[in-house]
């Protein structure tokens, strides 16, 4: 469990955290949800340690983030930002193969191949294994991220906006593939995501972050609701129950 | 593929190291008239410090553009060289050239050293801890740090007594042919001691050059090793400085050169790589004009002009991205 306690984060004067507590569950999928500049991002950044937070605590199972050091909890808990540009040029399998770096310190095993080879294997990218990372698509190489993620074998997840820059399709098997990794391996995965409907139809639980603040958290059939929604987003909303997903909409 | 990948790295290197021996050879036997007992520790002397520098240069750069995480920058584009004569600059002023030459040389090189490391730290650390992204304001810094630094040493060189700045610009006038031999020892142990730390943290290097999210979420004290890092840069940028005076542009050119050759991005490929490239330039480029074109002092020049063509084309390139 990550247990979120009065974190709070603010740049000068602007307050973009607001003494957040929190508690998000283990396994599963646990979504954030909430509109632009809710402070979404970067509760998850400070859950991750990428960022300090002014006041609070983070207990990742029981340790507290900031007092635990760094290749602890490298392997317990991974994150994977939006924008990974990056200057060295890699392969796809060198990229993944850092995901073990918590565990082999640059030394891999041959434990390490395997878990690598899973991994690509996992998210289709051994055709791609031996190419480098600026001759692919935004969606390949974003799946190569995850396939990092995935290879440092954490307990928790954590993905902030996974979904952007891919296509439909994409989106939809990137969905699958977290649902899939915390049914089958037994994950947490904790997502930052900008499209309700994906939210309902692939959480365990929904976290709604509005003005900094912690809105509401709940099953999703709690949280959407056209009131809820409304509520949230300050805009009209419909629902409608198709086929066992709830699915809003919000085109006016 | 992988074998592949490290397997034409070997060979690059190879054909690099053959070139970087051949040009030290030709640099030691070319033109040779008079007895070898002279030429031999002469040149030799001469030679070893080249050598030095280049290490120095293409290792802090490297290292620098790693935990700078882009392949633009480097300490002497960010000003450090400067900062190091302004010290230099400083200690006479405040002094006085007595003192200043009273004192064993090697130790004041040991004190100018750690002098320059504290505030580098001090300056430097806020610039590249990730609250300041923005390239070209980076870039910008850097340049007016430079001027700043290279300012105030000319107004401090302008204040001061003339027999002081005598003593002073002797020790700042070297160059890749007037190389300051005095340091050499000292030079040499500073360098064995810095590349003793960088080992012991070179399996994070790899890590550090994927950002500093990434290298967080894997584990790496980013904090912690940019502090080391960056030491370790300002030791190497000091010892460099010292020997032959500010370059600006050759860290730049040979890191990018090596990052061309090699096929991999991996620290263990490309930092042998930039050492031996900025041997052939500096060894090589040295020995043609000596021997061959009987010019004395360009080399620096030469190098300079080379170096700044590349970085405005990098950066017109946009290859920061």
């Not at chain 1, 699958?176 to 365990?204: E, I, Q």
């Not at chain 2, 004190?111 to 300041?132: D, K």
Request: charge should be neutral; hydrophobic fraction near 50%; charged fraction near 15%.
């Amino acid at each position: 469990m990550i247990e979120i306690r009065d974190i709070s984060k603010s740049y000068g004067s602007s307050v973009v955290v607001d003494n957040v507590t929190a508690a998000l569950p283990k396994g599963g999928i646990t979504s954030i949800i909430g509109p632009n500049g809710a402070g979404k991002s970067t509760l998850l950044s400070m859950i991750a340690r990428l960022m300090p937070m002014d006041r609070g605590t983070v207990l990742v199972d029981g340790l507290d983030i900031a007092r635990t050091s760094g290749d602890v909890l490298a392997k317990r808990l991974s994150i994977l930002r939006q924008d990974n540009h990056m200057t060295a040029r890699l392969t796809v399998r060198d990229l993944v193969a850092f995901g073990r770096y918590p565990y082999n310190k640059g030394r891999p095993t041959p434990q390490d191949q395997d878990h690598i080879n899973q991994a690509l294997a996992y998210l289709g990218l051994e055709e791609f294994a031996e190419r480098f990372l600026d001759e692919l698509s935004g969606g390949q190489r974003q799946r190569a991220f995850v396939a990092m993620v995935l290879c440092q074998d954490t307990d928790y997840m954590l993905f902030d906006e996974p979904l952007n820059n891919l296509d439909i399709r994409h989106a939809v098997s990137m969905m699958k593939l977290l649902r899939n990794a915390a049914r089958d391996f037994g994950k947490t995965v904790v997502v930052v995501l900008h499209d309700v409907n994906f939210a309902s139809c692939y959480s365990d639980h929904i976290i709604v972050m509005r003005d900094g603040k912690l809105f509401l958290q709940g099953k999703p059939r709690e949280i959407i609701r056209p009131e809820t929604l409304e509520d949230i987003y300050g805009c009209p909303f419909e629902v409608h129950d198709l086929g066992g997903d709830l699915i809003s909409v919000y085109y006016g | 593929m992988q074998r592949e990948a490290s397997r034409s790295s070997g060979t690059v290197l190879l054909v690099i190291g053959v070139i970087a021996v051949a040009s030290m050879v030709a640099f030691m036997t070319l033109g040779a008239r008079g007895s070898w007992s002279f030429i031999l520790p002469f040149r030799g002397v001469k030679l070893f410090s080249l050598v030095l520098v280049a290490y120095a240069i293409a290792v802090s750069t490297v290292l620098f553009q790693t935990i700078t995480n882009n392949r633009i920058l480097t300490p002497s584009i960010m000003g450090f060289d400067w900062l190091y004569m302004l010290l230099q600059t400083i200690l006479v002023f405040t002094l006085g050239a007595a003192t200043t030459s009273a004192i064993e040389p090697r130790l004041l090189f040991v004190i100018e050293v750690a002098a320059m490391t504290g505030f580098s730290l001090v300056l430097y650390r806020f610039l590249f801890s990730g609250s300041v992204r923005e390239l070209h304001l980076l870039i910008l810094i850097g340049v007016v740090f430079g001027t700043l630094f290279r300012s105030l040493a000319g107004l401090l060189q302008r204040l001061i007594d003339p027999n002081e700045f005598v003593v002073l610009q002797d020790r700042l006038f070297a160059s890749f042919n007037t190389v300051d031999s005095n340091l050499l020892v000292i030079s040499t142990v500073l360098i064995g001691l810095t590349s003793v730390a960088a080992f012991k943290i070179f399996h994070t290097l790899d890590v550090m050059a994927l950002g500093r999210e990434t290298a967080v979420s894997l584990g790496v004290d980013h904090r912690r090793i940019t502090m080391i890092v960056l030491a370790l840069v300002t030791v190497l940028v000091s010892i460099s400085t010292a020997l032959v005076g500010p370059v600006t542009f050759f860290g730049l050119l040979v890191a990018n050169l090596a990052y061309i050759l090699m096929p991999t991005a991996k620290h263990r490929h490309v930092l042998p790589a930039a050492v031996l490239v900025a041997i052939i330039c500096l060894v090589g480029g040295q020995t043609i004009l000596e021997r061959l074109f009987a010019f004395d002092t360009a080399l620096s020049i030469v190098i300079e002009f080379a170096g700044g063509l590349f970085f405005i084309l990098y950066l017109l390139r946009g290859a920061h991205r």
